[in-house]
C-alpha cells in the first residue's frame, strides 16, 4: 500500500485526519507550512514536511508513490485565515493550477478535496441543500473554493483518478468553537445572546465527522467519487451552543435580542458589505432564524456521521 499525502496537516482539520489515518493503520506524508504538532509516536507512520504547498518540487517528490492525495490546505479554519484577501486567492489558485495535474500524472487512486458550504447559492426555501442545488458563491471563499472544485475535475477530465469534493459547513470540535461561537457573539462587544428562547439551529460540521468520511471513501468496497455535503445530520440549535459555552468555557452572562431590531439594523446596511464578501464568519441577522439545512444524505451512505456538540472530543 502506498502512502497518503495530506496537505495542511497541522490545521485543525489535518491533525484530526492524520491522527485517525495513523490510528488505522496508514503511512502517511503531512504536507504544511507551520511546524510538525505531531508527537514522537506519530513517527512512525508519518513523514512531517515543512513546506509551501506551493513548492512544486516537493509536491511532485511527495506524490511519487501515493495512492491518495488529501488536500486540506487553502482552507478556512484549517489553513488560512477566516478574513480573505486576495492574496489568499491568488495563493489557491496558483496551487489549483498544478496540485491535481501532479497527482494524476502520478497514479494516485483518489483526491480528496475540502470544499464549503459558501459555493451554493443563498437558499430562498425550507428545502434542504443538496449537492444538485445551484452553485453562485458570494463570498471571496465560496469562489475561491468553486474555481478549486472546477480545477479537480478539469485535471480528472479523463482520468481514471477519482475526485471526491467535500463541502463542509463551518467546523468545529470540543477545542475549536470559533465557528460555533461566531453564532452566538456579538463581534462589536463580544456579548453572546440569542433570540427568543435559541430554538433556531445552524449547520455545523464535526471535524471527526469529516476524518470519518474520509476512512469510510478509503475502504469503501465501491469506488467513491462526485460531490458530497459533508456535515453533521442535524442543524445545531443556538441554545444549544449557549449552553455548552456556559459549561464549558464559563460564560455567565447571555443577552436576550430582539430579533426584528437586529433585522432592521442590517437592513441599513448596503448589501454586498466588505464584510459579507471576506469575513468567513459574517454571521448575517437576516438569516438567523432561518433554520437552513444542508444534507448528507448522500454522504451518509459512506459514513455515519456518528459526532454531533454534544459528544465531541
Known amino acids: 500500500m502506498g502512502s497518503i499525502v495530506v496537505t495542511g496537516a497541522a490545521g485543525v482539520i489535518g491533525i484530526a485526519v492524520c491522527e485517525m489515518l495513523i490510528h488505522k493503520g496508514y503511512k502517511l506524508i503531512g504536507i504544511d507550512n507551520k511546524p510538525s504538532p505531531f508527537s514522537s509516536s506519530y513517527s512512525d507512520g508519518m513523514k512531517y514536511i515543512q513546506a509551501e504547498v506551493t513548492d512544486k518540487d516537493i509536491m511532485q517528490d511527495a506524490l511519487e508513490d501515493a495512492d491518495a492525495l488529501i488536500h486540506l490546505a487553502c482552507s478556512v479554519d484549517n489553513d488560512i485565515q477566516p478574513y480573505l484577501s486576495s492574496s489568499d486567492e491568488k495563493y489557491s489558485s496558483a496551487v489549483d493550477k498544478f496540485i491535481y495535474k501532479y497527482a494524476d500524472a502520478a497514479g494516485v487512486k483518489v483526491i480528496f478535496m475540502l470544499s464549503t458550504f459558501q459555493v451554493y447559492a443563498q437558499p430562498k426555501s425550507r428545502e434542504p441543500v443538496r449537492e444538485t442545488f445551484q452553485e453562485k458563491?458570494?463570498?471571496?471563499?465560496?469562489?475561491?473554493?468553486?474555481?478549486?472544485?472546477?480545477?479537480?475535475?478539469?485535471?480528472?477530465?479523463?482520468?481514471?483518478?477519482?475526485?471526491?469534493?467535500?463541502?463542509?459547513?463551518?467546523v468545529y470540535s470540543k477545542r475549536f468553537i470559533e465557528n460555533l461561537k461566531a453564532k452566538v457573539q456579538d463581534p462589536k462587544d463580544g456579548s453572546i445572546f440569542v433570540y427568543g428562547y435559541g430554538d433556531y439551529g445552524y449547520t455545523f460540521t464535526c471535524i471527526y465527522n469529516i476524518a470519518d468520511f474520509i476512512y469510510g471513501v478509503l475502504t469503501s468496497k465501491n469506488p467513491v467519487s462526485g460531490v458530497f455535503n459533508v456535515c453533521d445530520t442535524k442543524p445545531t440549535a443556538a441554545k444549544d451552543i449557549v449552553e455548552m459555552l456556559k459549561t464549558d468555557y464559563n460564560v455567565t452572562v447571555v443577552q436576550s435580542r430582539n430579533y426584528g431590531a437586529d433585522v432592521m439594523k442590517q437592513s441599513l446596511t448596503v448589501f454586498g458589505s466588505k464584510a459579507m464578501r471576506t469575513e468567513y464568519r459574517y454571521s448575517d441577522?437576516?438569516?438567523?432564524?432561518?433554520?437552513?439545512?444542508?444534507?448528507?444524505?448522500?454522504?451518509?451512505?459512506?459514513?455515519?456521521f456518528r459526532w454531533k456538540l454534544s459528544n465531541t472530543k
Open 137 to 170: 458563491p458570494f463570498s471571496i471563499y465560496g469562489k475561491l473554493k468553486l474555481s478549486s472544485e472546477k480545477a479537480l475535475e478539469s485535471a480528472l477530465k479523463k482520468s481514471s483518478t477519482r475526485g471526491v469534493i467535500m463541502r463542509v459547513c463551518p
Open 285 to 304: 441577522p437576516a438569516i438567523a432564524c432561518s433554520n437552513i439545512t444542508y444534507d448528507n444524505t448522500k454522504a451518509q451512505q459512506i459514513s455515519t
